[in-house]
């Protein structure tokens, strides 16, 4: 295997983890940019990388940057989630997702699939 990297593609609204240049992971976001929230809705690795903590250092990757740049971790995603849950020291820049943040995200995602 070769050196795994992980980057934000912003175009995208997503982190991606890579293996040579390949996307093989992915957690997706959805920025609301008028309360500086970032709202994480889905994480997946491809199924031959599973098992190889490459989710856990997904998952870092972005929560910290997503601090780093002053934004509020808002999760729905199911894995980033649990991911807070085990990882106290993110408490003091999580939302919980209210009516509103499911409202907005909704309309994000039908937006992004044309529907």
Not at 51 to 59: C, K, N
């Given at each position: 295997m070769s050196?795994?990297?992980?980057?934000?593609?912003?175009e995208r609204s997503r982190f991606e983890v890579l293996d040579a240049g390949t996307v093989i992971g992915r957690a997706y976001y959805a920025d609301r940019e008028d309360d500086g929230l970032r709202i994480f809705y889905h994480t997946a690795i491809d199924d031959e990388y599973s098992g190889r903590g490459l989710a856990g250092r997904l998952a870092a990757q972005a929560l910290n940057e997503t601090v780093a740049?002053?934004?509020?971790?808002?999760?729905?995603?199911?894995?980033?989630?649990?991911?807070?849950?085990?990882?106290?020291?993110?408490?003091?820049?999580v939302k919980t997702p209210n009516p509103a943040i499911l409202e907005f995200l909704s309309g994000y995602l039908a937006q992004r699939t044309g529907r």
């Amino acid at each position: 295997m070769s050196p795994i990297t992980i980057r934000q593609n912003p175009e995208r609204s997503r982190f991606e983890v890579l293996d040579a240049g390949t996307v093989i992971g992915r957690a997706y976001y959805a920025d609301r940019e008028d309360d500086g929230l970032r709202i994480f809705y889905h994480t997946a690795i491809d199924d031959e990388y599973s098992g190889r903590g490459l989710a856990g250092r997904l998952a870092a990757q972005a929560l910290n940057e997503t601090v780093a740049a002053g934004l509020t971790i808002v999760s729905v995603c199911p894995y980033i989630k649990k991911y807070l849950e085990k990882h106290p020291e993110y408490s003091a820049n999580v939302k919980t997702p209210n009516p509103a943040i499911l409202e907005f995200l909704s309309g994000y995602l039908a937006q992004r699939t044309g529907r």
